[in-house]
């Protein structure tokens, strides 16, 4: 039995990973340690197993005291790190967040982890990152490898870049039992509506345009994210420590490709069910009409990354990763998602959830 502190696990991935953990590990204890930012939302972790054994915690993981409290008082084993700011266009209009979470942030609960650990008892601080550490490929380079060196391009992955060197660093000085995992872009249920899948599709529901960057041959090496949980999971569990693991599954799509590629799952879905005409009624194929037609090309990203590939050789052969899912059954299952859950994404754009957050969960743990 484990008792696991998951920072950042009523954002996307994180909140994902619960659902996945409380599956897989029913007697486990989870402690969901979240600052709620405009991207973390309770609601994400509703439905979780009637007997998981999980508690969230609204609170900072700067805040070093608190973090040392509940490293203490829960008894915590085992650090799974999420809790970061996300999105690379943020990170261009206002870096300062970036660099307080992700690096001091991340600094913080590497003291605290540092303070509570047993040494030489059984701990394990799982720290998970990008793979747009890597920077940018050219169009015949080979994908980033664990030994692919560092050239982070945004704020945002500078950020990330920091953070991944001090977990290294308190490996290798403090011997503090670590592991990491740089991933690609991920796609899937509850990602919030400011990264590009769950953009597009929202926009093409209620009609409007679907923005792309540039020429939009960009590339990204997209993985549905409960097979980055599954990935997680064999590190945390198979990993050698001080180690990092790139997790990927092969999957370059440009993101014209992608959003061509929504745009036909959706006019597929409305033209076989008549109801999604009378709940979309401005969505282009609610007429008839191809969701194509709302792309817009737009100004491009300062500083955009061209390619992002990974190498998950490492992964492949050392802990047996394979994803589960392939993109075109990942993209069916993530369009029918956000079709089941308009209430959840409606919430976010109309502001309610964040509402409903602070009123709720201030000054709650
Ligand atoms: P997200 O933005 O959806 O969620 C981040 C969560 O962290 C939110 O719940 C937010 O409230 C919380 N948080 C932010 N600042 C905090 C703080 N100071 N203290 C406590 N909680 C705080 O992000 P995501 O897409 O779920 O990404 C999770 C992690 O995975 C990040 O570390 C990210 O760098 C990494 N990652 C993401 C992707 C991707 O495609 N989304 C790919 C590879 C790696
Ligand atoms: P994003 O989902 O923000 O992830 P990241 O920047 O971390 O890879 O963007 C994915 C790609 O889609 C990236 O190349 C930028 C592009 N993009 C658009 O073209 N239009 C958009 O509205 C957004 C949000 C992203």
């Known amino acids: 039995m484990r008792k696991l502190l998951i920072t950042g696990g009523a954002g996307f991935i ?15 204890r989870l ?25 969230l915690v609204h609170g900072d993981i700067c805040d070093q005291p608190l973090v040392e409290q509940l490293l203490a008082a829960e008894k915590i084993d085992t650090i799974v790190h999420f809790a970061a700011e996300s999105h690379v266009d943020r990170s261009i209009a206002g870096p300062e967040a970036f660099v307080q979470t992700n690096i001091v942030g991340t600094h913080t609960l590497l003291l605290a982890a540092k303070k509570s650990w047993p040494e030489g008892g059984d701990f394990l601080f799982h720290h998970v ?39 290294r660093s308190y490996h290798h000085t403090y011997g503090l039992p670590v592991t990491t995992s740089n991933c690609s872009n991920n796609y899937g249920p509850y ?17 409007k345009p679907l923005p792309i960057y540039g020429d939009g041959g960009n590339i990204r090496d997209w993985l549905q994210v409960e097979d980055h949980c599954r990935g997680i999971e064999l590190v945390m569990n198979k990993g050698r420590r ?17 959003v061509h590629l929504l ?22 194929a609610a007429q008839r009409q191809s969701c194509a037609e709302l792309i817009t090309f737009v100004k491009d990203r300062p500083g955009h990354d061209r390619r992002y590939a990974i190498d998950p050789t490492r ?10 899912y392939s993109f075109e059954a990942g993209i069916e299952a993530t369009v029918d998602w956000y079709l089941a859950h308009e209430p959840w994404w409606r919430a976010i754009l109309d502001g309610s959830y964040a509402e409903w957050v602070s009123t709720n969960y201030r000054n709650r743990n």
């Open 129 to 167: 990152s990008t793979d747009e550490v890597y920077g940018s490929l050219g169009p015949a380079d080979p994908p980033f490898s664990e030994t692919t060196p560092y050239a982070p391009n945004s704020p945002y992955a500078a950020s990330k870049a920091a953070s991944d060197h001090l977990v």
């Open 242 to 258: 001080g180690e990092t693991y790139n997790i990927g599954g092969h999957n370059e799509v440009t993101n014209l490709e992608i």
């Open 315 to 324: 992964a492949e052969k050392e802990l047996g990763y394979t994803p589960a």
């Open 31 to 55: 402690v969901v340690l979240d600052a709620l930012t405009y991207a973390g939302n309770p609601a994400n972790l509703e439905g979780l197993p009637a007997g998981a054994d999980w508690r």
């Open 14 to 28: 994180g909140a994902n990973f619960v659902h996945y953990w409380a599956r897989q590990h029913p007697g486990d």
């Open 191 to 207: 990602q919030f509506p400011e990264k590009l899948i769950p953009l597009v599709l929202i926009n093409a529901l209620d009609g």
């Open 263 to 284: 745009c036909r799952t959706l006019d597929h879905h409305f033209s076989t069910d008549p109801a999604l005409a009378r709940r979309f009624p401005h969505c282009p």
